[in-house]
Nanobody
Framework: QVQLRETGGGSVESGGSLTLSCAAS????????MGWFRQAPGKEREAVAI???????TYAYSVKGRFTISQDNAQKTLYLQMNSLKPEDTAMYYC????????????????WGQGTQVTVSS
């Protein structure tokens, strides 16, 4: 069982930055795929950034060049550095993990945090 807890959300103005953190209850050294997803009201949950067990990263086109996913294995923490935020980035952001390879779709991940709200004003 993997438990995840996100922190770091908040309200910022357009162009601002935020860093989200996700504390995991298990080591991230093994074959664990981690990811950040987001869901805006009335929209489906979508992948924002994924880091697989080989440390390869994948980003949604809409955030490429602005967001950076990283992990600290010693701290068992996943991060999402978000720069140049836009109003369309407003959403609930979720941390997700999977021990069976993961993927890029929400259905590929078996463990989820409760989410942290990010609101970007224009």
């Amino acid at each position: 069982q993997v438990q995840l807890r996100e922190t770091g959300g908040g309200s910022v103005e357009s162009g601002g930055s935020l860093t989200l953190s996700c504390a995991a209850s298990v080591s991230l050294d093994n074959d664990v795929c981690m990811g950040w997803f987001r869901q805006a009201p009335g929209k489906e949950r979508e992948a924002v950034a994924i880091i697989d067990s080989s440390r390869r990263t994948t980003y949604a086109y809409s955030v490429k060049g602005r967001f950076t996913i990283s992990q600290d294995n010693a701290q068992k923490t996943l991060y999402l550095q978000m720069n140049s935020l836009k109003p369309e980035d407003t959403a609930m952001y979720y941390c997700a993990a999977d021990e069976l390879g993961g993927g890029v779709s929400p259905g590929d991940f078996g463990y989820w945090g409760q989410g942290t709200q990010v609101t970007v004003s224009s």
